[in-house]
């Protein structure tokens, strides 16, 4: 039934399918649904919501995901009747309207890709769209069949009392149906991320872990993975001129190796500069969407430091805007694994060397620092524990998605590294983030072997091994006690950080004992 009136909908004569690049953006120009900004990017305004919404997340509960849902605050469920309900009055008002279709595909291995229809009716998003998924060939596009439909109405203003929600945002995923409803934001983030959570229902029930990461990989092929939550550096550090990109946020593992999720990055704007960060600076010109950055009214000269509109600027362009790019987006097993994680407690040194365990503890526990913007009403960096680094995408219980690492990790021998970018010399107001450079260096340490092989200590209170030091790198940051002014405060927040770790673990249950051992003393 659903299926139905979806194409009934699109047999209408205003519906535009497969529009190309600059097809779209002369329409969202025409439309004044954005502007062009002097570097050639098409830059949009979001209006009142500029990050994604949490609390406006769900899923539709029936006997298909009634059992294999970890349903929780992050897995709301919706009433089979009420999705019914909200996907009527969508269509009703997506009719004789505008209409803008991208077929596509998650998934750069055709083996376990899924088929995608996005539906938009505004320009701009499905431009997004096109740019950020995977664009078949021309001549595949005859015989398309999506797998799923995800719908974007962004004007639609959900009524909470009609149809069960939290405010007049709605992002609904029936995993039954294979459709996703989006309304009441622009942001597109949400239609991004509304695909890698059901990326992470049907892969892991194939035996493949889906992953919130990036990746990169040198000529000899050997990839990298970097896991970590927006902002915490996976598309910089992931973008590096010596090493090929494979993509920079979303990826699968199966018994073949990695392949990226999508077909385009989606890189946060805020402060970017083209000396640190060159590859992203280059990418930003015609056909990429540029969201929520300030511009000059009369030059559309584009201010990247400005937080005017938001921090969480962002800009969506095709893998094949980084000049290194590797397409089709696959590659071996990983040899070393990241995990980022952006201290804003200052406590935690630039790299730690972790063992399975440890690597087990510390993926499931997912510590970082949520920040601005990402996420409404997100203003300054909050300490948090996201599972898997990536939490608020994970329609099943965190622990099958660590089983899998700790099942692929163990067989492939990849070294595990805990990376972070946070701050350093204090906490967060007090000290400052570590320098990007001096994170490369270190990250080309571990991927080269060279940090394997130089001297260690054993942290006292987190017990995990710490280099001394790194070619090209302070030797006092490998020491953060000695970078805070009062080294009484360092062991008060260290201390005060181990307990919300210790706290945080307890709501897992029947951990094997030797994971549980890893938490910090």
Known sequence: MFTNQIKKTLQQPN??????????????????????????????????????????????????????????????????????????????????????????????????????????????????????????????????????HIIAAPGFKADPQKYGTNSEVAVVLNLTEKIILIVGSSYAGEIKKSVFSLINYELPQKNILSMHCSANVDSKGNSALFFGLSGTGKTTLSADPERQLIGDDEHGWSEDGIFNIEGGCYAKCIGLSPVEEPQIYGAIRFGTVLENVTIDESTREVDYNSAEITENTRAAYPLNYIPNSRIPSIANHPQVIFFLTADAFGVLPPIAILDKNQAMYHFLSGYTSKLAGTERGIKEPQATFSECFGAPFLPLPPVEYANLLGEKMTKHGTHIYLLNTGWTGGPYGVGSRFKIPHTRAIIKAALDGTLESLPTRLEPIFGFKVPLSCPGVPDEIFTPEKTWPDPEKYQEQAHNLALRFKENFKKFQGIPSEISKASPK
């Open 15 to 148: 519906v535009k399918f497969n529009l190309s690049v600059p097809e779209l953006v002369e329409t969202a120009v025409c439309n004044k649904e954005g502007r062009l900004a002097a570097n050639g990017s098409l830059r949009v305004s979001t209006g009142k919501y500029t990050g994604r919404s949490p609390n406006d997340k769900f899923l539709v509960r029936d006997e298909n995901t009634n059992k294999i849902v970890n349903w929780g605050k992050i897995n709301q469920p919706m009433s089979p009747e009420n999705f019914q309900k909200l996907f009527t009055d969508v269509m009703a008002y997506l009719n004789n309207k505008q209409l803008f279709v991208f077929d596509g595909f998650a998934g750069a291995d055709p083996r376990y890709r899924l088929s995608l229809r996005v539906i938009n009716d505004r320009a701009w998003q499905n431009l997004f769209a096109r740019q950020l998924f995977i664009r078949p060939a021309q001549e595949g596009l005859s015989n398309f069949a999506p797998d799923y």
